[in-house]
């Protein structure tokens, strides 16, 4: 099966930046995979190929450049450094080598997800299917539609956002945490009850028997799983 959303794979030595980035970029809605040294990270390149590598460059076994040398033989997937080596040849050396681009550490998540998202549009990576078809269900993402047959299902903001969120991620557990932050974009006030509400009224529209979900399951104490495959 095709993935539905980008897969990212984080190489770095220091297990708080790998969790950190692991739980910031699934809120941000890309999957992810990790690894703890350059080593390691070459082989999940070749197992997983990712859509785009973030890499710390001084790692024991095989630093970043031999990452960054290592993916270039293979082929053009972005690959973003994250270093906290922010003299001008370090960088010099790494984009020499074949690197998309830079962030020098200690960084700005904004930051760094916004030149994410500017490598995955230039590789065109980032296209997730502004259509996405399920058995007797259709998410139109670009005109914000939702039909089931010849019936046009009429969905809030919130409901759609949630229904996107979902579909974009079927057969994978999406947890109310994420939910939440992509969404409510982390508003403080948002519970898991408000969450739990809205996919109760998203239900009623779109399940033959909300009683007995075909689409949108409850993972219990984690949140919500689309049960369906694209076709």
């Given at each position: 099966m095709s993935r539905t959303s980008p897969l990212l794979l984080?190489?770095?030595?220091?297990?708080?930046?790998?969790?950190?980035?692991?739980?910031?970029?699934?809120?941000?809605?890309?999957?992810t995979v990790s690894a703890a040294d350059g080593v390691q990270g070459s082989r999940m390149f070749e197992h997983h190929r990712p859509d785009l590598v973030i890499t710390d460059l001084a790692m024991p076994?095989?630093?970043?450049?031999?990452?960054?040398?290592?993916?270039?033989?293979?082929?053009?997937?972005?690959?973003?450094?994250?270093?906290?080596?922010?003299?001008?040849?370090?960088?010099?050396?790494?984009?020499?080598?074949?690197?998309?681009?830079?962030?020098?550490?200690?960084?700005?998540?904004?930051?760094?997800?916004?030149?994410?998202?500017?490598?995955?549009?230039?590789?065109?990576?980032d296209a997730a299917p502004e259509v996405l078809r399920f058995p007797d269900l259709e998410i139109d993402r670009a005109r914000r539609l939702v039909t089931q047959g010849d019936r046009e299902v009429r969905l809030t903001p919130t409901e759609f956002a949630i229904l996107e969120l979902l579909a974009g991620q079927a057969g994978r557990p999406v947890t109310l945490r994420q939910i939440i932050g992509t969404v409510w974009r982390g508003a403080p006030a948002t519970t898991a009850?408000?969450?739990?509400?809205?996919?109760?009224?998203?239900?009623?529209?779109?399940?033959?028997?909300?009683?007995?979900?075909?689409?949108?399951?409850?993972?219990?104490?984690?949140?919500?799983?689309?049960l369906v495959e694209p076709e």
């Amino acid at each position: 099966m095709s993935r539905t959303s980008p897969l990212l794979l984080v190489i770095d030595d220091d297990p708080a930046i790998r969790e950190l980035l692991a739980r910031e970029l699934s809120l941000a809605g890309y999957e992810t995979v990790s690894a703890a040294d350059g080593v390691q990270g070459s082989r999940m390149f070749e197992h997983h190929r990712p859509d785009l590598v973030i890499t710390d460059l001084a790692m024991p076994r095989a630093d970043g450049l031999a990452v960054i040398a290592a993916v270039r033989r293979i082929d053009a997937t972005p690959v973003l450094v994250l270093s906290v080596r922010g003299e001008e040849e370090d960088k010099v050396r790494a984009l020499d080598l074949g690197a998309d681009d830079y962030v020098t550490k200690p960084f700005s998540l904004r930051e760094l997800l916004a030149r994410i998202r500017t490598q995955l549009r230039k590789s065109g990576r980032d296209a997730a299917p502004e259509v996405l078809r399920f058995p007797d269900l259709e998410i139109d993402r670009a005109r914000r539609l939702v039909t089931q047959g010849d019936r046009e299902v009429r969905l809030t903001p919130t409901e759609f956002a949630i229904l996107e969120l979902l579909a974009g991620q079927a057969g994978r557990p999406v947890t109310l945490r994420q939910i939440i932050g992509t969404v409510w974009r982390g508003a403080p006030a948002t519970t898991a009850d408000t969450v739990r509400v809205h996919v109760g009224s998203l239900r009623r529209k779109i399940e033959p028997d909300p009683s007995d979900p075909r689409y949108i399951g409850t993972e219990p104490w984690v949140g919500y799983r689309f049960l369906v495959e694209p076709e």
